[in-house]
């Protein structure tokens, strides 16, 4: 007689029957319910900023240690690393002649780090870098979002050049992760360490992104007129969801893998024939359809653009 199964496993079972649009509704509720729950049990909600740098911070941690220990780099995309430091580059500008706070510090070492960890992949363990694997371009994304940054940008009183770099660091951050998911994907296996760093990118996105709907929540929307009018606003909100698409399906492969099969045996969500390409198009085809009203606009054009100009494996 077989044993009765744990009701976690029945229930992953079962929403693992479901079809995708079920596994989608499903997801917006729990990402609804968790909004709820965060909402009531943290008082100040700057407070999920601060735990979306901790966790950020914790995945650049295990990045170092797999550098320092392992004297390995196979698996990281030096592409995703130096985008990051670009973004992160700008929006340190940014904070410096714009509002310099405690943002300012955190970004400061967030940047130093991953110039530490760019140093080490291009110099120190050159021989271990698959560039081979690393092969997505990255002026796809740098070009669409300078582009983007020039046409909307947050109308504020701030300098021209400060607004256009501040619209263009949030654009970058945003898509930043697409190299490392590419490189998942060519490799078919993902090293447990890289694994666990992109899986602290998708909780740090969700806690940033939960910050900022609880703050327009919290401010009845007078947040997003803070921020100045037009697209901007929606962009700002908009570049949150994006990017927490990008990483919410590698995180629930993450949890699958690691409830159902372990550590040692993280495949890549990517490996099982589907490509980048048909990856930013579903993204894509979900914004689109949560934003029926902004499909001409701003990213979703860029999602777009990235469905039609990545190669075909």
Not at 11 to 25: N, S, Y
Not at 59 to 71: A, P, Q, T
Not at 136 to 144: C, D, L, M, S, T
Request: with cysteine.
């Amino acid at each position: 007689m077989r044993g009765s199964k744990s009701p976690i496993h029945a229930v992953a079972t079962w929403v693992r029957r479901q079809p995708p649009k079920v596994k989608a509704f499903l997801a917006v509720v729990s990402g609804m319910a968790a909004l709820v729950i965060l909402r009531y049990i943290v008082h100040d909600h700057d407070n999920l900023f601060a735990a979306a740098e901790a966790v950020h911070a914790i995945g650049i941690c295990v990045l170092i240690y797999k550098l320092m220990k392992e004297k390995t780099c196979a698996g990281l995309s030096l592409k995703s690393q130096e985008l990051t430091a670009i973004f992160l580059a700008v929006r340190l500008y940014c904070s410096f002649v714009m509002e310099y706070d405690i943002h300012t510090l955190l970004d400061s070492a967030t940047l130093g780090t991953t110039l530490w960890v760019i140093y080490m992949i291009r110099f120190k363990l050159k021989s271990s870098y698959m560039e081979d694997k690393d092969n997505f371009a990255i002026y796809y994304v740098v070009a669409p979002c300078a582009l983007l940054a020039l046409v909307i940008h947050p109308s504020t009183s701030h300098h021209i050049l400060n607004r256009i770099c501040w619209a263009f660091c949030v654009y970058l951050e945003a898509v930043s992760v697409l190299p490392q998911l590419r490189v998942m994907q060519n490799t078919k296996i993902v090293e447990p360490f890289t694994a666990h760093y992109v899986f602290a990118l998708g909780v740090a996105r969700f806690l940033s992104c939960a910050h900022w709907v609880l703050q327009v929540l919290d401010t009845r929307g007078r947040l997003l007129t803070a921020l100045g009018y037009g697209l901007w606003p929606s962009m700002v909100l908009l570049s949150e969801i994006v990017q927490t698409f990008i990483l919410a399906d590698f995180c629930y492969y993450y949890v699958k893998r690691w409830r159902f099969w372990g550590p040692a045996c993280s495949t890549s969500p990517l490996g099982s024939g589907v490509s980048l390409k048909i990856y930013c198009a579903v993204v894509y085809e979900h914004t689109a359809s949560s934003y029926n009203l902004m499909r001409g606009s701003g990213y979703v054009l860029f999602l777009k653009y990235l469905f039609l100009a990545l190669p075909s494996e």
